[in-house]
């Protein structure tokens, strides 16, 4: 319990600072944009190129890990849009609803939170996910509602020409591409970039959840609350649980990668939702608030569910 406690107070208690520092203008909030620009094109690159040019190959396939995860998040897309179309719960189009109970805070959480409990090991796994989960779900999402009447349904190489743009400008993407092309040639890393390289991926973690907590601090809790119990629900209770059974019963993924799988299907909403709600003007409520409560109440959910890993339960 102790080790877990250590992982997570001081992850969390970043994010808190942020929140407190952009509540009380001490640093504007404006800057939680900024401070993710610097740790999803400079930080979190070069500690993911660091590792897979050094990581042994036989550890880099990435299809029972994907099968997992966006299995789960499949399920849990059809079950969200299912709700969504037969009751009032969420009020939101079913494609908003589905964004808000599916797309993780992978990122600004996710990948911290791994790395502060798991070390360095984790950052393949979670960067093979985060690699193609934004660009993979938005799709999804888009598709889902041009195609329910909310305008009109893009050409199948439009989907392709737009999912291959995203890829190719996505620096989690290059580095990973970079990584293993440098792995290849078996030259190693010089001890000069490879000090630059663990440098600038240190100061990842804690600029991510200080970001994180000065964005939280726009979202807003003001009504839907039975939407926004709903989504936690979906989000923070049942995809971790499919995610699980396929990964062990379906798949027979990895244990330490079942356990990292399981650990990102668990994070809060994250704000892609909201930007994807906030777009077609549907669901920014529920959305908005499962992602400030969610996110809080991640801190009680992780605990228990890194307690569980570390007993040997999961």
Same mark, same amino acid.
């Given at each position: ?21 952009a ?5 504007g909030? %404006? ?11 400079l930080a ?44 009032s ?11 808000g ?9 996710g ?6 409990h798991f070390?360095?090991?984790?950052a ?7 690699s193609i ?5 938005w799709?999804a ?14 050409s ?32 190693g ?5 490879d ?19 000065l ?5 807003s809790?003001?009504?839907q609350?039975?939407?926004?119990i709903?989504?936690l ?6 995809l ?5 059974l ?13 356990q ?14 909201y930007?994807?709600a906030?777009?077609y ?8 608030? %499962?992602i400030?409560?969610?996110? %809080? ?13 570390? %007993?040997?339960?999961?």
């Open positions: 319990m102790s080790s877990v406690l250590t992982t997570i107070l001081p992850v969390f208690g970043l994010i808190a600072l942020g929140f407190l520092c509540r009380t203008q001490f640093i909030s %404006a800057a939680g944009q900024g401070l993710s620009q610097v740790v999803f094109n979190m690159p070069a500690l993911l190129f660091r590792t897979v040019a050094v990581i042994d190959q036989q550890s880099l396939s990435p299809w029972p890990l994907w099968a997992a995860l966006f299995g789960g998040i499949a399920v849990v897309w059809i079950a969200t849009t299912l709700i969504a179309h037969t009751t719960l969420i009020a939101a189009v079913p494609a908003s609803a589905a964004m109970a599916s797309f993780g805070n992978l990122a600004m959480l990948l911290p939170l791994a790395l502060a070390g360095d090991r984790a393949l796994p979670v960067g093979l996910i985060l989960h934004a660009p993979i779900l799709l999402a888009v598709l889902h509602i041009e195609s329910s009447g909310r305008g009109q349904l893009p199948v190489m439009a989907v392709i020409r737009q999912l291959v743009n995203q890829l190719i400008r996505n620096p989690i993407v290059l580095a990973l591409l970079l990584g293993t092309l440098w792995r290849v040639t078996g030259l890393l010089h001890p000069v970039p000090r630059f390289l663990e440098m600038l991926g240190e100061a990842g973690v804690p600029t991510a959840l200080v970001a994180l907590g964005t939280l601090a726009g979202y809790l003001k009504g609350w039975r939407g926004i709903t989504l629900v979906l989000k923070l209770l049942c971790p649980v499919v995610v699980f396929i990964a062990r019963y379906v798949v027979a993924l990895d244990p330490f990668w079942t990292i799988a399981l650990m990102l299907a668990a994070m809060p909403t994250g704000a892609n939702a930007l994807f906030q777009r003007d549907s669901g920014t409520a529920p959305v908005s608030g %499962a400030a409560v969610g996110t %809080a109440l991640s801190l009680l959910t992780l605990s228990a569910l890194f307690v569980l890993m570390d %007993a040997g339960i999961i």
